[in-house]
């Protein structure tokens, strides 16, 4: 095959509007390139989103580079400043949706493998394992793949998730964990009723202001191994009562809870349901719960493996980068129950922004630091 280059690879992602879970021929794209490069491609489809996992090398160590073909929704046509599917290059940026999130550093790794195999003899395993529904409710993506393949019985040693985790320059951050999340809706049910009456009525509110405040400033912990102190934030309150003198019927709201390696799901959901029963217990009110847990935190202790990481992008940037959990969740929080992973990729400044961007560049760097890490990782 003719030999690929980085930008010219993005901008053809981009040009595909693979808005989840569309795929759009993203997925069909990028095997072909890495089919031509020697990978063995199985695509694996879950309800309507399509998966690839491709592999070359039968051996250990096996290194995966895991990550998405698609993209969020582009927003008002109107305010960017080209269309979002038709990538332009302007003052040394590539502008196009998904050029941060995720397709360059998809782009990236396709040319650092075949740079990589063109000089070196692969003592390993490289793989693949891309998705089409990281952007949504990631369901039937990244999470079924891994577990599939798994029991097909593919081993992978080691992990690199592209995302764009750099904040501000190149090389300047790696995720070595996230914090799990969990949303909650309560719903407290009275009876209408007229305010100078409240003893035909039963106000929902007081049992709703209560399990919050509860819930609030309960001190959930002071942190962890690499990880910040968990947080509950309250996100709405809702009545939907636009009288003065109308007792409700019906009263609710929302919160989120960034948590650490302290807690699980399961761990807090019991707490708030346990909290819920105690406050019931004051109420006549029925306090009612809708408790998702959308993601377990995941933390990848300093290792050899990151050392690597670490080790590449300074080659490269002359910036060494910081290990860091911060952030919300992404789809390592699925690979880490299989083999230890990390996130790295670009500057996602701009990631689902109108006119996202990136350095045209960091593209080039970014395959320069992938292929170092491979250099290191089968040296």
Same mark, same amino acid.
């Given at each position: 095959m003719n030999k690929l280059e980085p930008l010219e690879f993005t901008k053809d992602l981009i040009k595909i509007p693979s808005v989840t879970p569309f795929d759009g021929g993203a997925l069909d794209l990028l095997q072909s390139k890495l089919a031509q490069l020697g990978f063995v491609c199985k695509r694996y489809i879950f309800e309507d989103v399509d998966n690839l996992y491709a592999r070359i090398g039968t051996a250990a160590p096996h290194i995966c580079f895991a990550g998405h073909t698609d993209v969020v929704p582009t927003g008002d046509l109107g305010k960017w400043s080209n269309p979002p599917f038709e990538p332009v290059e302007k003052d040394g940026n590539l502008y196009g949706r998904g050029a941060a999130d995720m397709k360059s550093a998809i782009a990236a790794f396709t040319c650092a493998v075949q740079n990589f195999l063109s000089s070196h003899k692969l003592k390993g395993s490289i793989s693949f394992l891309i998705t089409g529904d990281e952007e949504g409710v990631a369901i039937n993506g990244t999470k079924k793949l891994i577990a599939q393949i798994s029991e097909e019985g593919e081993k992978i040693d080691h992990c690199i998730v592209g995302e764009p985790t750099c904040p501000h320059i190149l090389g300047d951050m790696i995720k070595n964990g996230r914090r799990g999340s969990i949303n909650c809706t309560i719903k407290a049910h009275g009876k209408q009723g007229h305010?100078? $009456?409240? @003893?035909?009525? @039963?106000?929902?509110?007081?049992?709703?202001?209560? =399990?919050? $405040?509860k819930l609030q400033n309960h001190k959930l912990d002071d942190g962890a191994q690499g990880f910040q102190s968990s947080n509950l934030e309250i996100v709405t309150i809702d009545v939907g009562n636009p009288a003065s003198n109308v007792i409700p019927s019906n009263a609710s709201a929302r919160f989120n809870i960034r948590f650490n390696t302290n807690h699980t799901g399961e761990s807090l959901k019991n707490w708030i349901i346990e909290t819920r029963n105690e406050v019931q217990q004051k109420y006549s009110a029925h306090i009612e719960l809708d408790i998702v847990i959308s993601g377990e935190p995941f933390f990848t202790a300093p290792s050899k493996f990151t050392e690597i990481v670490q080790d590449a992008a300074f080659e490269i940037t002359k910036h060494r980068p910081l290990l860091s959990t911060s952030g919300g969740t992404s789809d390592a929080r699925f690979i880490k129950n299989y083999c230890s992973v990390i996130e790295f990729g670009i500057v996602g400044a701009t990631l689902h922004q109108i006119d996202e961007h990136v350095k045209v560049d960091d593209i080039y760097k970014l395959?320069?630091? $992938?292929?170092? =890490?491979?250099?290191?990782y089968f040296a």
């Open positions: 305010v100078a $009456y409240p @003893d035909k009525a @039963d106000n929902p509110i007081p049992a709703l202001l209560e =399990i919050l $405040y395959t320069q630091i $992938y292929e170092k =890490i491979l250099e290191k």
